[in-house]
Structure formats: C-alpha cells, structure tokens
C-alpha cells in the first residue's frame, strides 16, 4: 500500500514567495495531520482534519499560514508570504479512527525560506 | 495538560552493547504511548505503543519498552544495538480521557552506534 506521499521533497525559495506544500493521504484514513519540525522547537503540530474539516488550528503559527483539505485525499498547507523563520521540514501525517490511533507519516518537505 | 520528556538529547552506545533510551511523561491519566523511530531524511516510522494491558510491549527490529505508572515513564531499550538503529526516537503520550487525544511529542533522541 502506499503510503502518505508528500510534494515536493525540497523547496527552496525567496522571501515573500508564496509556499504551497502538497500532501495525500493513505486511502481510508480520516484524520490527517500537519507538523513543523525544527531544531529549536522540535516537532509542533500546526493544525489536523477529521473527514476533511480542520478540528484545531491553535498551531498555525501566523495568520500567513492556511491549510485546506478539500477532498479526502489531497490537502494543501500554504505559506503567504514566506520569511526565512519559516525555513523548517514540514510533515503531514494521516491515521484512521481518532487521533489517538498511531500515525503515518509522510519523509516531509525540507522548506528554505532565503 | 500532557508533557513528555526525553532525558538526553543524544545516547551513545557501542555496537552490540545495550540501548537504553528514557521517556517520562505526565498526564492526570494513564495516557496512551508510543515510541517512533525517524531516520534520516524521512518521516517517523511506529515503533511500538502501548494502550492497555501487558505493560511490556515489543516493537520492530528488537525493541521493547515497558510503561511504569508508579514511574510515570515508558523507557525503550534493545538488548544489542545494530549500527542500522542509528536515528532520532520519539516518545510520544495521547491522554485518551478527558484529554485532547492528539498526541504529545518528546523532544527527540539521538542515537549514535559507533563499531
């Protein structure tokens, strides 16, 4: 079975650009989460879906931020406009029957904000 | 609210000796736990979770951890370490009563195999 698959792998890009980070996850898996992974934070989650709908967006970290899930097998997370502070790897993880069940994840986009 | 810690932000161990790598959490309840493994230039993999039951749990590629309530902590450990178990682990607690579900995550461990 495939897995959660991520796009693009690396990105890097000037400030000011806008960022648009791509994910599809595993077939049947009704949350879907999305993460921030750096070395001085660690792992933060931004914000996760159930059944498409955005449950908890307490973790996008700016209103520049947004994320949107408009079927159950695509979501984006959009960075308008990009600062280096931003520069991070960003996961998306998805998982079937509530969140607290065990995660997939997907190998992450590696984000360079210059 | 639910907080983990990971004692060691690096463990180093030489092949074939013991790995022992420690997760301390603390939750109002006996939370959900999960240990997860990230090698280079991916995403975490599932090592092992504990939900309820038997509090020693066994995972892939020989590892093992066992959840101590009195302790508060789920420490992992693998009996001989390979020079292929070097990555980053994750401790990981989801409080699944009166808690938000989604899982809290650990700082992270780094382990270094040297030959």
């Known amino acids: 079975d495939a897995g959660v698959i991520q796009s693009p792998r690396h990105e890097v890009t000037e400030m000011g650009q806008e960022v648009t980070l791509r994910c599809k996850p595993i077939?049947?898996?009704?949350?879907l989460f999305w993460y921030r992974q750096t070395m001085m934070r660690g792992l933060e989650l931004l914000i996760y879906?159930?059944?498409?709908?955005?449950?908890?967006d307490s973790g996008m970290p700016e209103d520049r931020f947004s994320a949107k899930m408009p079927n159950a097998s695509f979501s984006t997370l959009k960075i308008q406009p990009s600062e280096p502070r931003d520069s991070a790897v960003y996961f998306c993880?998805?998982?079937?029957?509530?969140?607290?069940?065990?995660?997939?994840f997907g190998d992450g986009t590696r984000l360079s904000i210059l | 609210a639910q907080s983990v810690t990971q004692l060691g932000s690096h463990v180093s161990v030489s092949e074939g000796a013991l790995v022992l790598l420690r997760c301390n959490y603390s939750?109002?309840?006996?939370?959900?736990l999960f240990w997860y493994v990230q090698y280079p230039n991916q995403g975490l993999q599932l090592l092992l979770k504990y939900t309820t039951g038997a509090t020693l749990v066994k995972g892939i590629n020989g590892f093992e951890a066992e959840f101590k309530k009195s302790e508060t902590s789920f420490h992992l450990t693998k009996p001989s370490a390979h020079m292929s178990d070097a990555a980053e682990y994750f401790c990981?607690?989801?409080?699944?009563?009166?808690?938000?579900?989604?899982?809290?995550f650990g700082r992270g461990t780094s382990l270094i195999v040297h030959p």
């Open positions: 939750s109002s309840v006996p939370p959900y």
């Open positions: 077939s049947g898996h009704d949350y």
């Open positions: 993880a998805s998982t079937q029957g509530g969140p607290v069940q065990p995660q997939h």
């Open positions: 879906f159930n059944n498409n709908v955005p449950i908890d």
């Open positions: 990981a607690v989801s409080e699944v009563e009166g808690g938000s579900y989604i899982p809290t």
